[in-house]
DNA sequence: AACCGGTATCGAAGCGCTTCGACAGCCTAT
DNA sequence: ATAGGCTGTCGAAGCGCTTCGATACCGGTT
């Protein structure tokens, strides 16, 4: 390995010059610079980490914290991953990848050990035990979600509660009296997960608000359980002309079941899904939605975070406005028989 | 923070001892011991990573390097990347996630800075440009996937030539001689992806054995790109009875389309896919299929890379045998007309 | 001519840990 | 009784970097 000494002398300068010039805090002449810079290029130098986070107390990584289970909107979190990593490299940070697995105790170790300058938590529940420790620690952090109490925390979510208000709006909109929800997983309401209970408190405000029945039920994803889920619902409100889909994993059974039921999308039943725009534009009709901006949420955390630990930047909640995008999957309520 | 040296003083020994009681490198009477671990307990000492990593030139951090992507076989990715992270910790270590943007620059960052004392690389390519560097630079590594060339390297991953030979030995013994192949984007076979070309090749080799005839066509994930395909298989071999699908974002599309054309499956046409096992269970017929073992592929990636960490283990090429599970989506072929 | 404020550079200390060699005490074998 | 081998502990060096004075030199004031 090379060392900043190695290329100081291959340099002829004194190894505090070296470091000035790689991280620019004293200036340099113009001459010292270009030939500092040229022995680091002709000897391949890159810095210790370990050394570097030694004496400056700084690691320049970001801890990311995803949900364990594999099995709850995936799609959307490892887009959101991919784009903290995307722009925390941007930032001169690289990203470490902590499950949920460990729960609290990472926040524990990350914080101790000053592996990571800073963190974001992904999956956050209303309630997390991580957040005591959190605001304890004095960790600097951004969530992804919403907890019940954001004192003293930096969120970025989606504005669910509007979504949910806005699905309602449109369906209301175009006629339809009676609406049902098909949610997320059971154990998702179970853990009181932030944006599944507010999704359903804007749903509800507005139904309330706008005169339109709402039926809720959690959904397990894949055929059957939207098979069982769907049969209860029309059992129950024969007159559901409105559907809002707030689970990736049900949308295509669900499209499916309603053909080969015979019920037509729009005509007899419209749908208004809660997902990325790739899986609404793929379905097998093109359904209007309200995008759930996962880059964006992980591009926002990063910078928030970064602005944190640059001492710029200060708590606070984001929350981004839903847009409904309207495509072929919702239309006016069948005129009542 | 807490030092190892305020742990030391607390506990009336020297800095030494207490990294010796640490990290179990030398004898320490059971007295000793128990002391120094009430001081840790009591003053809430964590290790400092930077300093540990200088002194033993050692980040206990294994990077992973996953694709930039988010539209390829995403489910598969993320689960592999959470097991890969999930025993990471059970053998101690943490996992750095870089993203493919970087490409082979990356590696060279990687390995020349320390910042992590191996990686892990997805989404591998016949003859990926990272390869020379990880040979170069001697970084200990694992890779998930198959290039071509795998002298000096660790590879992982399902052997999908058998797996391919498997798909159609199991179509050819219900009797079908017209076998078609949905396979990955064309971008994955252009860019040379190890597994697609592999799998291929299993398909074609052994159907040239068994006398079937094989048409292979990729295609996009999404309800209209597979709808094009199947309509250019059908048409240009009308005889077919048996599908395999290796895209996961094929799977629901293809079955609503086949149900909406009146084929039934099995009696009509019989699916085969290649996914893992939720998939296949989760979707609207019980689909007969070879298991992407996601979990183990990380977590043997992962076992292999320390096991080199340790000066244990050696290069070694590990082929997963595949193993297909008879679900509802095959059955004989229909008698010919 | 003495003085000042900048600018450019150097030297040294120190970040918190690991690890090597030294050594004190003790037990066993002769 | 003495040498030799263990076991348990300590001190000090050093990992490669950042950063804080200190210093030397410059041109421009008075």
Chains 1, 2 share one sequence.
């Not at 003293?152 to 504005?159: E, R």
């Not at 949308?251 to 080969?260: D, N, T, Y």
Request: glycine share 8%; charged share 20%; with cysteine.
């Amino acid at each position: 390995m090379v060392t900043l000494a190695e290329v100081a002398q291959h340099a002829g300068v004194s190894a505090s010059t070296v470091s000035y010039v790689l991280s620019g805090k004293r200036s340099i002449s113009a001459a010292t610079r270009q030939r500092v810079e040229r022995s680091i290029r002709e000897l391949g130098y890159h810095p210790n980490a370990g050394a570097r986070a030694l004496a400056s107390s700084r690691s320049n990584i970001i801890a990311l914290m995803i949900p364990l289970r594999t099995d709850l909107y995936v799609p959307v979190m490892m887009e959101i991953a991919i784009a903290v990593a995307t722009s925390a490299r941007t930032h001169g940070y690289d990203v470490l990848l902590l499950t949920g697995e460990e729960g609290p105790d990472a926040v524990r170790r990350v914080a101790g050990s000053g592996l990571a300058d800073g963190m974001i938590l992904m999956d956050v529940e209303l309630d997390d035990e991580r957040l005591p420790l959190l605001r304890a620690t004095h960790q600097p952090s951004v969530l992804i979600g919403l907890p019940a109490r954001t004192a003293g925390l930096t969120c970025v979510d989606l504005d669910f509660w509007a979504t949910g208000a806005l699905c309602v709006e449109h369906l209301a909109e175009q006629g339809h009296r009676d609406i049902a929800v098909i949610g997320e997983a059971p154990a998702v309401y179970e853990r009181h997960t932030g944006f599944a209970e507010r999704t359903l408190d804007g749903l509800r405000s507005r139904a309330r608000e706008l005169d339109v029945r709402l039926l809720h039920r959690p959904c397990q994803g894949g055929y059957d359980a939207v098979a069982v889920t769907l049969a209860r619902i029309l059992d129950e409100r024969p007159g559901t002309s409105g559907l809002v889909v707030q689970n990736e994993s049900a949308v295509e059974p669900l499209l499916a079941l309603l053909r080969q039921q015979g019920r037509a999308v729009p005509e007899d039943m419209s749908v208004v899904a809660i997902c990325p725009d790739q899986v609404a534009t793929q379905s097998s009709v093109r359904l209007t939605s309200v995008a759930v901006p996962a880059q964006e949420m992980g591009r926002r955390a990063v910078e928030h975070l970064v602005a944190k630990l640059d001492g710029r930047g200060s708590d606070e909640v984001v929350l981004l406005a839903p847009e409904l995008t309207v495509r072929a999957s919702t239309g006016p309520a069948p005129s009542r028989a």
